[in-house]
Nanobody
Framework: HVQLVESGGGSVQAGGSLTLSCAVS????????MGWFRQSPGKEREGVAV???????MYANSVKGRFTISKDAAKNIVYLQMKNLKPEDTAMYHC??????????????????????RGPGTQVTVS
């Protein structure tokens, strides 16, 4: 049974920072592609970041340079460090996991919302 549980969300002022965590069970973060996506009311889901089994990373243009995805294989946790937060970053943030992309490729970050396994999310509010 695969379970993803996010934590670390909260309310911050613009320019502030937060670090989200995703505790993973049922699969290992070293063997799966891991990602984060977000959704705001009335908006479509947006892939934010993805990291594959080899550590290759892709970010959405909207967060590039401000967000950092990482994983701790020993703890089986995935992180999303968020700096210089903006009001438009306000959303529910979800962790997601899927099998590695075929032929050794990297999943496009836009596909993260479609990953097979997704957590319930943690709310981030920037004012």
């Amino acid at each position: 049974h695969v379970q993803l549980v996010e934590s670390g969300g909260g309310s911050v002022q613009a320019g502030g920072s937060l670090t989200l965590s995703c505790a993973v069970s049922g699969v290992t973060v070293s063997a799966y592609s891991m990602g984060w996506f977000r959704q705001s009311p009335g908006k479509e889901r947006e892939g934010v970041a993805v990291i594959d089994t080899d550590g290759r990373i892709m970010y959405a243009n909207s967060v590039k340079g401000r967000f950092t995805i990482s994983k701790d294989a020993a703890k089986n946790i995935v992180y999303l460090q968020m700096k210089n937060l903006k009001p438009e970053d306000t959303a529910m943030y979800h962790c997601a996991a899927d099998r590695p992309a075929p032929y050794g490729g990297l999943w496009n970050v836009n596909l993260v919302p479609e990953f097979d396994y997704r957590g319930p999310g943690t709310q981030v509010t920037v004012s």
